[in-house]
């Protein structure tokens, strides 16, 4: 990989980073009486898209969100807009990611998605954020936060809206937190807001979250590493790995994934107790084990869409074997086109004869980039002391804060005076560590009284 | 501007830590107030709700069907002392400080010391008017327990890394 180019600017980034900004800058302030800090703001965002589609029509919305008469498709405009700019962001760094690795990318077009969703479940969502844009990360009350709250309530029993249900969960809840008692005055997320925000207002737009169409693939399945996201009340464990089509042709890089909602009780070990049972492939993780499959619904963005019973474990596979030899002959997949964002980007990545620094930084042939060591998780092996003590590293490349970063997913070190592989999922499909099990065991209970208590009380009404 | 404010996944609402649920399965910082419930010792289809507000540290406790908590009389019953304590395991005790507005308490025995300040300050017993919103709250929440785990991808919760803890 050429880490010099991960380092060096991208043209055009801060230009369109300050046009985000700025917007960002108003919603700090809310749109129900705007001033014109405020309205320079706006401009500054159609300003940035001028010359594309959306030119108009994101003009046009600035000039009444200036005046303070936005309407609820001025407030989706505005956040089509800074969803375009940061789209563009998004390519720009993808561009120079697939400069880094060398790697092919699959050109194939995808097919239009499938199905509409109720709207009067968007509608009620999309007025949610429409307030919330109102009053502005500063003038939020408890009564306008907990607005989510029926939405989410209403939303989330309808696994194809689970999207929308689970992004306003997160969202409202950091909010909540905000806008209550002991909160510092005054600070707020601007960037992580408004992209929420905004990736909630597009998420309203029937359509938006329909299901994705899927065809059929068979062959052999190599796992990378376990990438694992959560909030208080959902989980997500997406593993990454290579598939080798048993039909022949290159390897193309897929995710696999499996996600729930969850009391925010259910955390550490019982996120993997959650999800365990609905996707084999964290087992063979954690056995260091590929996978064969047999025609297993994929996306045209690389998601296998995982079913169990199209899934049998195969030979012994080591992740770190797998990214030096398979990963740099693998085509990248695709993104979706309103996955789009530079929070989006986590692209397997393999890295040897590197150092890691105190402060968490890793540095390779001569380039330093930050390294998340702190993106694993609780309930596993991967603690930084390892990556630190590393020698080579299958990770995620990701970009925030203005800078590429490095997401370890599986190291090698040395365990005793022994090369061992370590791995963020490696607890995933179970452990016989002792920590782990001790984990396992309080998470259990845990569970256990909340599956009492809910069969007790719930079922009582 | 800082660097917070420029990161997509600036880091907001800091992980909650495990506790165990036998005693207290729910506890939340929500509404201006430490509440929850807490079950009973004695009936297996009994539990307390229970709570102490941010600035006043106003108390009340009583069972699901409202009758009164016989223990909270004057001063914070073996149920509010629970749920504070369970709440310093999960939000840490500074979190709970802040939101409650009370002294921070420190690493060391935090919940007692937590409690002691709260107490010495002869905080006014409240009615239990929000206990029907709160035992609600709990089932919404236990609700969570239901929702069936799907294998599609969910692009949002990019936004939201897990986080470990380091020592
Ligand atoms: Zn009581």
């Known amino acids: ?461 | 501007m800082p660097d917070w404010e420029r990161a997509s996944l600036a880091r907001v609402v800091p992980p909650a830590r495990p506790r165990k649920l036998a005693k207290v399965p729910f506890v939340e910082l929500a509404d201006g107030r430490l509440q929850g419930v807490v079950s009973s010792g004695s009936d297996i289809e009994r539990v307390y709700v229970s709570s102490v507000a941010s600035g006043t540290f106003e108390f009340s406790c009583g069972t699901n069907n409202n009758r009164p908590c016989g223990g909270a009389r004057g001063s914070f019953c073996n149920h509010v002392r629970a749920l504070i304590t369970e709440a310093v395991v999960q939000y840490g005790p500074g979190r709970v400080a802040r939101y409650l507005k009370a002294d921070d308490p420190g690493d060391e025995d935090a919940a007692a010391t937590l409690i002691a300040g709260m107490t010495a300050a002869r905080p006014p017993q409240g009615d239990r008017g929000s206990a029907g919103t709160v035992f609600s709250r709990f089932l919404r929440h236990l609700a969570y327990t239901e929702f069936a785990p799907a294998t599609a991808p969910l692009p949002e919760l990019q936004w939201f890394p897990t986080a470990r803890a380091e020592a």
């Open chain 1, 1 to 461: 990989m050429r880490a010099d180019l991960l380092t060096d600017a991208v043209a055009g980034l801060e230009a369109a980073l300050e046009a985000v900004d700025a917007f960002d800058q108003v919603l700090a302030a809310g749109l129900l009486r705007p001033g014109p800090a405020q309205a320079a703001g706006l401009t500054a965002l159609a300003g940035a898209v001028t010359g594309t589609p959306l030119a108009s029509r994101t003009a046009e919305a600035a000039e009444k969100a200036a005046g303070g008469a936005a309407a609820e498709d001025d407030f989706l405009a505005l956040a089509a807009g800074r969803t375009a700019l940061l789209g563009s962001v998004h390519d720009a760094l993808m561009s120079r990611i697939g400069e880094a690795t060398g790697r092919e990318s699959v050109t194939e077009e995808a097919p239009g998605s499938a199905g509409a969703s109720p709207a009067n479940l968007l509608n009620a969502a999309r007025s949610w954020l429409c307030d919330v844009a109102r009053a502005g990360w500063q003038g939020l009350d408890r009564e306008t936060v907990a607005g989510a709250a029926p939405v989410v309530s209403a939303l989330l029993p309808d696994t194809g809206l689970r999207r929308l249900a689970v992004l306003l969960d997160g969202f409202a809840a950091e909010l909540a937190a905000s806008a209550g008692p002991g909160a510092p005055a005054g600070r707020f997320p601007l960037r992580r807001w408004a992209d929420l925000w905004a990736r909630g207002l597009i998420l309203t737009v029937p359509g938006a979250i329909s299901p994705p169409r899927t065809s059929g693939v068979t062959g052999r399945l190599l796992p990378l590493g376990v990438d694992l996201t959560e909030h208080a009340t959902a989980v997500q464990a997406q593993v990454h790995a290579i598939l080798e089509p048993a039909v022949g042709g290159p390897p193309r890089l897929v995710r696999a994934a499996a996600s729930a909602p969850k009391p925010d009780t259910v955390i550490g070990a019982g996120l993997w107790q959650l999800l365990r049972p609905h996707l084999s492939l964290l087992a063979a993780v954690s056995e260091g084990r590929s996978m064969d499959l047999e025609d297993m619904p994929v996306t045209a963005e690389g998601d296998l869409i995982w079913d169990d019973a199209r899934a049998t474990p195969g030979e012994p596979a080591d992740p770190l074997a797998t990214a030096r030899v398979t990963l740099p002959t693998a085509a990248d997949p695709r993104t979706a086109p309103l996955d789009r964002h530079p929070a989006r980007i986590a692209v397997p990545v393999f890295l040897e004869a590197y150092t890691v620094a105190e402060d968490g930084t890793c540095t390779v042939t001569g380039c330093t980039l930050p390294v998340d060591a702190g993106r694993a998780p609780a309930a596993g092996p991967l603690t930084a002391a390892a990556v630190k003590a590393s020698t080579a590293c299958v990770g995620l490349l990701r970009w925030d804060d203005g800078t590429f970063r490095l997401q370890p997913l599986a190291v090698e070190t040395t365990v005793k005076k022994r090369k061992a592989v370590v791995g963020a999922g490696d607890w995933g499909g179970g452990t016989a560590d002792k920590a782990g099990l001790r984990a396992e065991k309080a998470a259990a209970d845990a569970r256990t009284v909340l599956s009492e208590r809910a069969g007790r009380l719930l079922r009582k009404r």
